[in-house]
């Protein structure tokens, strides 16, 4: 059973440019998240998914001179990304994070893998999107699923936000397949420690300033220092995550142009 963990990355972010990039403590965002994801025990391998699009030419180079392994495929399809991606690779088992996460943790990561594996479930995370809630911080999102039902929601997957977001063919509508979901208690699902917007990534960089790890601190080192320094969080109090069905409108205005 090969396990594999797809980080998907492009530098076209529409409220942060470039933001995979961007220096963070001295390293690429896409380097933190990498480096932690590699470190989770059920993960076979570490594989980055891109696009074919000029601008990320940046990313594939990087992962090239560090020996990253690297698809390059559809800029909004990214489903049809992580499904080219998964069948390059030749793995079983398919574990979704994105590159704007770079406090993604590597016990989470092995805790949903986990719940995946002695729930016999077909699909398993540790949140849903809104309008669902949600009891982990924004920034440690997590997703587990086999290639063959990937395969399937490649094949039957026909909405655009279906599409673009990758999982919610498997809990949209609910009850289409057994979905396991890791809640944490006491619920943290108010903090926000992903890189969306300039505020998002300015409170990151101070939390990485203020970790004398950040390689290798855990997420509830994380929430100790916010707690410690609450006035952090008034950074990006005001930035809100994204609804499920959301798509970019960049492919609206792409589609209007043809």
């Not at 090969?2 to 390293?27: F, Y």
Request: glycine letters at 4%; hydrophobic letters at 35%; proline letters at 7%.
């Amino acid at each position: 059973m090969k396990t594999t963990l797809i980080i998907q990355a492009r530098m076209g972010s529409s409220r942060l440019p470039g933001k995979v990039m961007k220096n963070l403590s001295g390293k690429p965002m896409l380097e933190w998240v990498i480096k932690r994801g590699e470190q989770a025990k059920k993960i076979d391998e570490t594989v980055v998914a891109t696009t074919t699009d000029p601008s990320d030419d940046a990313v594939a180079d990087w992962c090239e001179v560090n020996s990253v392994p690297c698809y390059r495929g559809s800029t909004y399809d990214v489903l049809d990304r992580y499904y080219q991606t998964a069948l390059w690779r030749g793995t079983d088992r398919i574990v979704r994070v994105t590159a704007d996460c770079p406090l993604i943790d590597p016990n989470v990561i092995d805790d949903v893998v986990s719940l995946y594996e002695t729930t016999g479930a077909d699909f398993a995370a540790n949140r849903l999107p809104p309008p669902w809630h949600r009891t982990f911080p924004i920034g440690l999102d997590v997703e587990v699923v086999s290639f063959p039902l990937l395969e399937r929601a490649w094949k039957e997957a026909d909405k655009p936000f279906e599409r673009e977001h990758v999982m919610p063919w498997f809990y949209t509508p609910e009850g289409r397949f057994k979905v396991a979901i890791l809640d944490h208690d006491p619920d943290c699902g108010m903090h926000r420690w992903t890189a969306d917007t300039p505020d998002d990534f300015e409170l990151l960089q101070e939390i990485f300033r203020r970790l004398p790890d950040p390689l290798h601190a855990s997420w509830t080192e994380v929430l100790e220092l916010v707690e410690r320094f609450p006035e952090l969080e008034q950074i990006n109090e005001t930035t809100h995550a994204k609804q499920v069905d959301a798509i970019d409108e960049r492919i609206l205005r792409d589609k209007k142009s043809l």
